[in-house]
């Protein structure tokens, strides 16, 4: 036996089970298929928004509760400075169902809120051009993290906890034993206890069939543009946004660097993602399509803001069929344990997931009140 437990992929949630897993073990191997952080993985992108304002099942939230406090417990440990506090702001139509099912969720979990007029709104954060009937959903904890400086610190912090990382390392393949799990990676083999698989959009090739039949790698696309005044749009100044229209949505984050800010399209109607065969190949150039789309919509939001593009990338990611995440063993029996499926939604928690995945994988807990992810939900299909 090689060691007690495996985490293959260090991306955005594997670098959090990494480093969980370092505080609850001496015997944890990390495997990463380029090298933490890397910028073709769905780290890539500089940010992510926390929230803890969201609409969707109120089981989220204590995921996200948690999450917060470990952020800030790895700031501590590492002494990086990984999610900036911004606030968070969610426009929409008032008694849209964005704004009333929003609402509806903060208020069944508890979530600390404002509701803002169009005028607060208008004197408040004047870089929103606003429609003549919008509202706004303050959220007080909200925040920008700092992605690839989140993972390098996890990645590190596990080192210095005795971990062992092998990069340039990618799995092909793992099989289940009646001893553990045999890891293989071209002509090298390891054994392990127990196998956290969190490697996002690469996850594919490491399922049974059951759910590689309910996924698909996804191509998340992310744009950015100049502030004409890049003090406005500052951390201090501008708040991370999110805006949802039935016509066009979009969400972004202040300028981080003094002068680009993020605005990207957003939601089921602005074809923001879209299947990709292969994560190692996902087109990094924009269509046309989406250069005119994600220009129209900034140039009617955001005055401030010139009206082109000056950086845009994109990302793979995993989507489940359901747009729930897969945290949890494939089925009771089983030794291999997922922690992917984030469906473009899970950086903000990925400190509380790689906390749960940590603490299960090892035996050391069990959740309760994640039934919704668990990836036996689809085994009966």
Known sequence: MDAQLAVIGLGSIGSMALWQASRLSDSVVGFEAATPAHGRSAVGGDTRMFRMIYFGRPEYYPIIARSRGLWAELEAETGQEILIPTGGLSIGTANSNFINNLLETTRSNGAEHYVLSREEMAERYPQHNLRPDDCAVYDPHAGVLRTDRAVSAAVAAAQANGATVLQNTPVDSITETDHGVVVTSGDRTWTFEKVIVASGGWSRKLMPDHLKAVTETH???????????????????????????????????????????????????????????????????????????????????????????????????????????????????????????????????????????????????????????????????
Not at 331 to 342: L, Q
Request: with cysteine; hydrophobic share 35%; aromatic share 12%.
């Open 219 to 381: 191509r998340l696309v992310l744009t950015w543009f100049i502030a004409q005044d890049g003090t406005q749009f500052s951390p201090e100044n501008f708040p991370l946004f999110s805006r949802w229209y039935e016509d066009r949505s979009l969400y972004g984050a202040p300028a981080v660097d003094g002068v680009t800010v993020k605005a990207s399209v957003d939601g089921p109607l602005s074809g923001r993602s879209r299947a990709t065969p292969d994560a190692d190949a996902v087109p990094r150039e924009l269509t046309r399509e989406e250069i005119e789309k994600v220009t129209e919509i900034v140039t009617e939001f955001f005055p401030g803001l010139i009206p082109t593009i000056a950086r845009s990338d994109a990302f793979p990611d995993l989507f489940t069929e359901d747009r729930h995440p897969l945290v949890g063993w494939l089925d009771e029996n089983s030794r291999i344990y997922c922690a992917t499926g984030f469906s473009g939604k899970g950086f903000k928690m990925a400190t509380g997931y790689g906390h749960i995945a940590a603490h299960e994988a090892l035996g050391k807990q069990t959740v309760e009140g994640l039934d919704f992810v668990r990836p036996d939900r689809f085994k009966t299909r």
